[in-house]
T-cell receptor
């Protein structure tokens, strides 16, 4: 498809497990963002990539969160030793280049539930 | 730090009528962009309308228009001729006008119900 895709759509993890969430941006999009959306809240910024370079990770809530985009396309958000407070929808967005006039296109998100 | 506030957790409107969703923001920047996004139950965030801060003219997109009051830091969304498909969570968002890595800062959202 032509849009941003994310997998899995739903993930249930037991507390303490590691999880990996995948984002496939629109082909050719340089910029990629991860956001965390808690239930009933607006999304909050986690991290930003320009191609393969992670230029901003100031929103990552703890050192248990790690993101990568090794070839400048697909990105993975990894959460180690998951906690209940990590339960949220994780949204990925991409845009064609870093210019602020370019729209961020969002994926459908991954809903993570930590039991 | 920039903040975005939506003071209406829920709104409802009758089909074919007009509704206005409120948003205020706080920033010390002079160059920025404001957005309204729609998020239906499918969770796909969809851009509804965008306003550049340097433009005095209010943005319009078909049935959607904004009232941008820069001095008051207010950015409301008006939906005319509301349709059942407009029912969703609406988020107001802000983005700094820098050239790279400009994240979106979202408000808390307004849940819009459209009654037939």
């Amino acid at each position: 498809g032509a849009g941003v895709s994310q997998s899995p759509r739903y993930k249930v993890a037991k507390r303490g497990q590691d999880v990996a969430l995948r984002c496939d941006p629109i082909s050719g999009h340089v910029s990629l963002f991860w956001y965390q959306q808690a239930l009933g809240q607006g999304p909050e910024f986690l991290t930003y990539f320009q191609n393969e370079a992670q230029l901003d990770k100031s929103g990552l809530p703890s050192d248990r969160f790690f993101a990568e985009r090794p070839e400048g396309s697909v990105s993975t958000l990894k959460i180690q030793r998951t906690q209940q407070e990590d339960s949220a929808v994780y949204l990925c967005a991409s845009s064609s280049n870093p210019g602020t006039h370019n729209e961020q296109f969002f994926g459908p998100g991954t809903r993570l539930t930590v039991l | 730090a920039q903040t975005v506030t939506q003071s209406q957790p829920e709104m409802s409107v009758q089909e074919a009528e007009t509704v206005t969703l409120s948003c205020t923001y706080d920033t010390s920047e002079s160059d920025y962009y404001l957005f309204w996004y729609k998020q239906p139950p499918s969770r796909q965030m969809i851009l509804v309308i965008r306003q550049e801060a340097y433009k005095q003219q209010n943005a319009t997109e078909n049935r959607f228009s904004v009232n941008f009051q820069k001095a008051a830091k207010s950015f409301s969304l008006k939906i005319s001729d509301s349709q059942l498909g407009d029912a969703a969570m609406y988020f107001c968002a802000y983005r700094k006008g820098e050239t790279s890595g400009s994240r979106l800062t979202f408000g808390e959202g307004t849940q819009l119900t459209v009654n037939p």
